[in-house]
C-alpha cells in the first residue's frame, strides 16, 4: 500500500453512516407508514425506530395494505430520488458524496430486501400486504423472487457509484471497500439495534424489525466487497474521491443517533389507544 495514498477517516465514514440510516429508519416508519396512515384517513397512535400504530379500523382492508406498504414505497422512492441528486452532484466533496452514496444504498438495500424478507419469512409489511390476495405459497414467492432480483440489482448499482472513493487494484481494491462500507454497516445496524432495545412493545421487534432492517436489509454493505473482481478490481482512471475528517459530520451524526435512540427508541405517542 502507498504510505502517500490519501485515507478515509473512519470517524467520519461511521458518523455520516448513523445519520444514513436515522433518515432511513425515519423515512420508513414516520414518512412511509405515518403518511400512509394519515392518507387513507387513519389516526396516528404511536411512533417508534421499529413501529408505527396506526388506529385503521375505518380504513378498510386495502387502506391497511396501502399503510403497510407505505414504509418501503417511501424508501425506494427517496433511494431513486438520491440516485438522481448525486448524477447532478458529481463535484460534491468526499463527506458529501459519501453521505449520497449511503443514502441511496440503505434507502434501496432497505427497500428490496423487504420484499425478500416478507418472501421467505412470512412475516412483515409486505406479507401483511398480501395477506389474502391469492394462495401464500405464490405470493411468498412472488415476493422472494422480486425481492432477490431486484436486491442483486441494487448491489450492483451501488458498487459501480462506489468506484470513485475506492483505491489500488485487485485485492487492495477489495480492501479498500470493505473499509468503506463494513464500518458504516456495523455502526448502523448496532444503532438500530440498541434504539430497537427500548421500544414500547417488546423485544419481539427488535428481533422482526430492528436486527431485520439494518443488519438482514442492508447486508449487502457487508459483501458486496466481495464481488469486487476482473474488471470491477481495475484501478479507477479518475482522482479519488476522500473522506476527510469533518467535525460538523461527527457532531451531526452523534446528535441524530442520541436523538434516534433517546427520543424515538422509547416511541412517541401521539393519541391514546
Known amino acids: 500500500m502507498d ?6 477517516d473512519p470517524l467520519t465514514i461511521v458518523a455520516i453512516a448513523l445519520l444514513a440510516y436515522v433518515i432511513g429508519d425515519v423515512l420508513h416508519e414516520a414518512v412511509g407508514h405515518g403518511g400512509a396512515c394519515l392518507l387513507v384517513g387513519g389516526r396516528p397512535l404511536v411512533l417508534s425506530t421499529v413501529h408505527f400504530e396506526c388506529d385503521s379500523h375505518a380504513v378498510g382492508a386495502w387502506g391497511e395494505r396501502f399503510i403497510a406498504a407505505g414504509g418501503t414505497l417511501v424508501n425506494l422512492g ?10 447532478r452532484a458529481a463535484s460534491a466533496s468526499g463527506a458529501v458524496g459519501w453521505f449520497l452514496w449511503l443514502l441511496m444504498a440503505v434507502n434501496l438495500l432497505s427497500g428490496t430486501g ?11 409489511d409486505w406479507a ?10 405464490v405470493t411468498r414467492l412472488g415476493l422472494t423472487v422480486l425481492g432477490g432480483v431486484t436486491y442483486w440489482l441494487v448491489v450492483l448499482r451501488a458498487l459501480r457509484a462506489l468506484d470513485p472513493f475506492l483505491s489500488g487494484e485487485g485485492r487492495e481494491r477489495v480492501r479498500s471497500a470493505t473499509r468503506m462500507t463494513l464500518p458504516a454497516y456495523f455502526a448502523g ?20 424489525s430492528a436486527a431485520a432492517a439494518s443488519f438482514g436489509g442492508t447486508s449487502g454493505l457487508a459483501w458486496m466487497p466481495q464481488l469486487l473482481h476482473g474488471a470491477r478490481a481495475a484501478a479507477s482512471s479518475g482522482r479519488q474521491s476522500v473522506v476527510q475528517r469533518s467535525w460538523g459530520w461527527i457532531v ?3 446528535v441524530a443517533a442520541m436523538l434516534f435512540v433517546l427520543v424515538l427508541g422509547p416511541g412517541v405517542r401521539f393519541a391514546a389507544r
Open 3 to 8: 504510505p502517500e495514498r490519501p485515507r478515509h
Open 78 to 87: 427517496a433511494g431513486a430520488v438520491v440516485v438522481l441528486v448525486r448524477r
Open 114 to 124: 423487504y420484499f425478500l424478507f416478507s418472501g421467505v419469512g412470512g412475516i412483515g
Open 128 to 137: 401483511d400486504f398480501v395477506r389474502g390476495i391469492g394462495p401464500a405459497w
Open 189 to 208: 445496524g448496532i444503532l438500530s439495534c440498541i434504539a430497537g432495545l427500548l421500544n414500547p412493545v417488546g423485544m419481539i421487534l427488535v428481533a422482526i
Open 252 to 254: 451531526g451524526g452523534a
